[in-house]
């Protein structure tokens, strides 16, 4: 019984997972491949760093000041995350 309850699970994922492959990128994906071919100042350097959202060379005081975070938010922020296989699926990507 619970290996065919599997299968329906798995079945009604796919299913609904069908319509988004025809959407393109959405905002985040912008913003990681601006990141990786380095069209985004102040942001890191080859495609482990591509989950870095805030860094040494633009930091959040900048960001800030741009507009790129909310007015409200810690002047010590530090936004990064460790995706290693996301990060070279984007690389191959751009």
Do not use: C
């Amino acid at each position: 019984m619970r290996p065919r309850l599997a299968q329906s699970a798995w079945a009604w994922a796919a299913l609904v997972s069908v319509p988004t492959l025809w959407v393109g990128f959405v905002g985040d994906d912008l913003l990681q491949r601006l990141m990786l071919e380095h069209r985004l100042p102040g942001f890191g350097d080859g495609f482990l760093r591509s989950y870095e959202f805030t860094s040494q060379s633009l930091p959040t005081p900048e960001q800030v000041k741009r507009g790129m975070l909310p007015w409200f938010t810690d002047p010590e922020l530090q936004i990064r995350f460790f995706r290693p296989l996301a990060s070279a699926s984007l690389a191959m990507d751009a």
